[in-house]
T-cell receptor
Framework: GQQLNQSPQSMFIQEGEDVSMNCTSS?????WLWYKQDPGEGPVLLIA?????ELTSNGRLTAQFGITRKDSFLNISASIPSDVGIYFC??????????????FGTGTLLAVQP | EPEVTQTPSHQVTQMGQEVILRCVPI?????FYWYRQILGQKVEFLVS????????KSEIFDDQFSVERPDGSNFTLKIRSTKLEDSAMYFC????????????????FGDGTRLSIL
């Protein structure tokens, strides 16, 4: 089945540093999404990308939809302690229909040292 | 901001018992989903539901699982005879659809129900 490989698995950084993580797949996706999950909570949507090549920002977060539609990256600038959590990429293939399940990546654990 | 709500937050059940997990999706959303996350692993798709019927299900969603929208607000996941390996976080999600072709709307997740099978 479809799989998303996410890297790195974990990152331990100092407050103020920039962070970059990415997601690759052997399959093409029409939509890429990035979610953040805090302990004991559900995934919270950060950014949604709908077009190949699209670059979208949300505050200190920037994400890009790869030209090949098989990859995406997420950057976090000037990290702060509350950025701690697990970041998941997710891909969707179908569009505008009912079979638009999300395929999740393996997650990147981010730890920020104050 | 509207949110997906799930109850209970934690369910402990004996193996072989039936369990029902409940979700209230965001009110104007039309598409509903269940996902599960085994401890330390990634989130996995179980089932999607639209127009009062299942639109897609994964291999995990076998005959022991069923979903229902019993009224205009609730969306439930039932596991008929629970097994130890059903222990996981179960997330409900919902999305709206503006009816445009090739226009996926983001799925919004609840905080999950932690299901522990003893």
């Amino acid at each position: 089945g479809q799989q998303l490989n996410q890297s790195p698995q974990s990152m331990f950084i100092q407050e103020g540093e920039d962070v970059s993580m990415n997601c690759t797949s052997s399959s093409i996706f029409n939509t890429w999404l990035w979610y953040k999950q805090d302990p004991g909570e559900g995934p919270v949507l950060l950014i949604a990308l709908y077009k190949a090549g699209e670059l979208t920002s949300n505050g200190r977060l920037t994400a890009q939809f790869g030209i090949t539609r098989k990859d995406s990256f997420l950057n976090i600038s000037a990290s702060i302690p509350s950025d701690v959590g697990i970041y998941f990429c997710a891909g969707q293939t179908a569009g505008g229909g009912a079979t638009n399940k999300l395929i999740f990546g393996t997650g990147t654990l981010l730890a920020v040292q104050p | 901001e509207p949110e997906v709500t799930q109850t209970p937050s934690h369910q402990v059940t004996q193996m072989g018992q039936e369990v029902i997990l409940r979700c209230v999706p965001i009110s104007n959303h039309l598409y509903f989903y269940w996902y599960r996350q085994i401890l330390g692993q990634k989130v996995e798709f179980l089932v999607s539901f639209y127009n009062n019927e299942i639109s897609e299900k994964s291999e995990i969603f076998d005959d022991q699982f069923s979903v229902e929208r019993p009224d205009g607000s609730n969306f439930t996941l039932k596991i008929r005879s629970t097994k130890l390996e059903d222990s996981a976080m179960y997330f409900c999600a919902s999305s709206e659809n503006l009816g445009q072709p090739y226009s996926n709307q983001p799925q919004h997740f609840g905080d999950g129900t932690r299901l522990s099978i003893l």
